[in-house]
């Protein structure tokens, strides 16, 4: 087996964090793209490199198998122990320990000494002190604390919590993130196609508890007989084609109704997979769906349909798979990537994965190429997601298209005020976005780069300003601070279009001042946006020059006064 060259760039990212930084890294790696064999890779480098033993975290049997069997495959010297009541096996003196969390949290000290502790699905770690993987982590420090931790995950963040890479988290930064639209891109993944359903559920009145709808009450908006019978006449036309379609049910009954109304409509056998499904009849039914064969002696058919209520978003490997129905809705940007990410493997034969969303998940959360990312401590973002629905295909597309590749369906051309909202601009198309949008307010802050000695006073500070609109934040940098003479030149430009002040040369003031209220008010901007590039200012239009205020005369100097040049060298020396 050989690493893909983005594997081998995010074992090198992951060797460099680990070299150069005190912390812990975490992979970002889109379902599908082998995260077992980069965890294959690191393991078997820390036992035949450094010599050292490493333990590999995973919450379901299924991962268990796949990675004990990618570094196997990968390595096949490497003495690799598995421990995990659901697989009767208890190794704990292997060089290479895979184990089931629910089964070794407290085992620690048992496992002994080990350098590396690699988690999959990482996000799972809680942001707080309590916990399973927490509790184990904390007593491996004890048996070695010069342990350091490796995470990997097709979603980096958690409900309600945001990110889950922190300072003062388990896991510290992000060292390498591949993104799903380059790696469709280049081949390695399955396209997606997305329709919104013609039925849609109105959740209004379905509340919403620590950042997740009621189950009970999303469960009987979404089990409606119109909604069902409706969604299932319509998955059942879309999908003639198709040879495997997974269907995410929002319960049990739920599941089980959808179950019976597509076994009517099609005449084929619909299987249910629900927490509750004992092991041998969910392999089977798994194996039925991936086109195994389950039985020597007595053949069984394939199932084309398979319904699930949440058991199979980690840890499912199912390739023909070529459609993925969301019967479900979820304020969980990750569960909602974990869903579609079920769909994007290769297949031969596979031209495309077909997302049916009956539960406004991409509309809610963007498309999967460009995610509205949760904040911390909320359960979404600012606004609504950048993607909208084409009225004459119910292709769903990001908001940056204006003209649907599907139907060729033209948009309106962009208005002042926007309906919905994006925070990352253009990503998914090669168009030019352009478009006015009004300010709401307008922020200033000193802005020092990420990995920068914020003691070194030397390095010079930029001024952020960030205008607030319907479309999210956007923002510019200012250098006050800067040696070359050109930018300070724009920047004493800007702030001399703003203010009666003179323009302060370090960033700290200029913030204070735009806080404080001594620059004009910023009324509309003119944003230029096109694929990969930030949102570009082209224009704006501002109020008239505040007075200046009683702070911004202080940080000036008590000798200034209005109309009064500044006393400080702020003109640029030609």
Known sequence: MKLRPYQHDAVT??????????????????????????????????VQ??????????????????????????????????????LKSRDVANDVIVAGIQSVYMRAPEIGKVALIIVDEAHRIPTGDEGMYRK???????????????????TPYRLSVGEICGEDNILNGVCYEANIADMIRDGYLSPLTCRAGTAEPNLDAVHTRRGEFVQSEAEAVMDEDALVSAACQEVVEKTR????????????????????????????????????????????LIARFRGETTDLFQAQSPLR???????????????????????????????????????????????????????LNVVRHGPVDDLRIPKKGNGGGDGEAPAKMCPECRCLIHASYRVCPECEHEFPPPKIHHDTSATNWGIMSDDVVECELDVTRTTYAEHVKKGVDLTD???????????????????????????????????????RARSVLPPPRD?????????????????????????????????LKTAPKPLPTEAGIRAMGSSWRPGQRATRDDDLQF
């Open 507 to 539: 960033a700290l003031t200029a913030a204070e001042a735009g806080q404080a209220g001594d620059l004009a008010e910023t009324l509309r901007i003119r944003v230029v946006s096109k694929r990969d590039g930030l949102p570009k200012i082209t224009a």
């Open 13 to 46: 990212a992951c060797y460099d964090y680990l070299r150069t930084k005190t912390g812990n890294p975490c992979i970002v790696l889109p379902t599908g793209t082998g995260k077992s064999l980069v965890i294959a890779q690191i393991a078997a480098d820390t």
């Open 241 to 284: 084609d198709r040879r495997a379609v997974l269907v995410f049910c929002q319960g049990v009954k739920h599941a089980r109704h959808v179950a019976a109304c597509l076994s009517a409509l099609t005449g084929e056998d619909v299987a249910i997979v629900t927490g509750d499904t004992p092991a041998s009849e969910r392999a089977e």
């Open 136 to 154: 184990f982590l904390a007593d491996a420090l004890l048996v070695n604390p010069r342990v350091r931790v490796i995470g990997l995950t097709a």
């Open 49 to 86: 490199r450094w010599h050292s033993r490493v333990i590999v975290l995973a919450h379901v049997q299924e991962l268990l198998e796949q990675n004990a069997d990618k570094i196997r495959r990968l390595c096949p010297s490497l003495d690799v122990g598995i421990y995990s009541a659901g």
């Open 457 to 495: 006073t030397t390095i010079p500070r930029t001024l952020r300003v960030t205008y607030h609109t319907a479309q999210g934040p956007i923002s510019e940098w200012l250098c006050p601070e800067h040696k070359q003479k050109w930018l300070n030149f724009e920047y004493m430009k800007w702030w």
């Open 305 to 359: 349909f398979l319904a699930n209520v949440g058991v199979l978003t980690t840890g499912f490997d199912a390739p023909r798979l070529d459609c993925v129905v969301l019967l479900c809705c979820t304020q969980s940007v990750g569960l909602y990537v974990q869903m579609v990410g079920r769909g994007t493997r290769l297949c031969k034969g596979k031209a495309n994965c077909l997302v049916l969303d009956y539960g």
